[in-house]
């Protein structure tokens, strides 16, 4: 009867509504805890360098007399720990900056690829020249399409750094740009020491490193990868890594040409 059926109908309802609840706060869990690990991740980081300069002016403040080489080289290594610290910041800035602006601080214009490209890998000649790496661009089309020229740059930068830094002597580094009527592609390829397996998983989260020592001597602070990744999905894009230990690394992305908008979510 009537009145069974409406019981019936609010019962399913208040169940579905308790289920969606639960996921919710499930999801909820996931978000608190990851930003936790990344409060955390951020402490840690950021404490690495300052201990370092503690140690630092520590022991050369409990000298009697500190040798002049000495006392340069304890200010170098400071120096460089101000650097990183530095860098670290720069870097977590550029990330969180990111995370808020999403969508509406997209900057499109229409870019040609090809150049931007050139320009990329002409800025990073000089530090692939003391490195002993060949740095090769292979065009196959001439390539324009709607990025954000400032975000797509600092994308595919961290990819030839990277390949650049974790690559062996007298290596290389190829760069390759093609399109169809829809997509564009940005393979960066290189010669170096590739990627263990069960890394591959999380290349891209934020500081995540291989081998800490190797990307702290290179400069790393394991977030190039992460902004990458950012940028990419910011202008609806996919990117993908492949790796074999010993032989190098490829990341592959996939660009569309045109910038598309995101529709709103309804209320
Ligand atoms: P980092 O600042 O340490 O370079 P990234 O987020 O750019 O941080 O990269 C994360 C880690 O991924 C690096 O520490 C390194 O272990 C590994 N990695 C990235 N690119 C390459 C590459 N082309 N070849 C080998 N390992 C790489």
Redesign the pocket.
């Known amino acids: 009867d009537l009145e069974s059926d409406i019981t019936v109908d609010t019962y399913r309802e208040t169940s579905l509504l308790s289920q969606a609840v639960k996921k919710s706060l499930t999801k909820l869990k996931a978000v608190d805890q990851s930003r936790q690990e990344f409060v955390s991740n951020v402490s840690h980081e950021l404490k690495t360098p300052i201990t370092s300069i503690r140690v630092l002016a520590d022991s050369l403040m409990g000298m009697e007399e500190v040798p002049v080489e000495l006392y340069r080289e304890f200010m170098a290594d400071i120096s460089d720990e101000i650097d990183r610290e530095n860098q670290i910041i720069e870097d977590l800035l550029t990330l969180v900056k990111m995370d808020k602006s999403a969508e509406s601080q997209m900057n499109i214009a229409q870019v040609n690829i090809n150049r931007q490209l050139e320009m990329i890998l002409k800025r990073l000649r000089p530090i692939a020249k003391r490195g002993n790496v060949e740095l090769i661009l292979e065009s196959m089309r001439e390539v324009t399409a709607d990025v954000d020229e400032v975000k797509m740059s600092l994308a595919i930068t ?2 030839v750094e ?2 650049i ?3 062996v002597d007298s290596g290389w580094v190829r760069v390759t740009l093609d399109a169809d009527h829809k997509y564009f592609y940005i393979k ?1 390829a ?1 010669s ?4 263990p397996e069960d ?1 591959l998983d999380h ?2 989260d934020r500081f ?4 800490k020592a ?2 702290r001597e ?9 902004i ?1 990744k950012n940028v990419v999905q910011m202008h609806r894009g996919v990117i993908d890594v492949e ?1 074999v230990p010993g032989e ?2 490829t ?1 592959a992305m996939r660009i569309p040409l045109t910038y598309i908008v995101r529709q709103e979510a309804r209320p």
């Open positions: 961290n990819l990277n390949a830094k974790y690559n960066v290189d170096g020491i590739g990627i890394a290349i891209f995540f490193r291989v081998d190797r990307s290179v400069g790393g602070t394991g977030l190039g990868l992460a990458t790796s190098g690394t990341f």
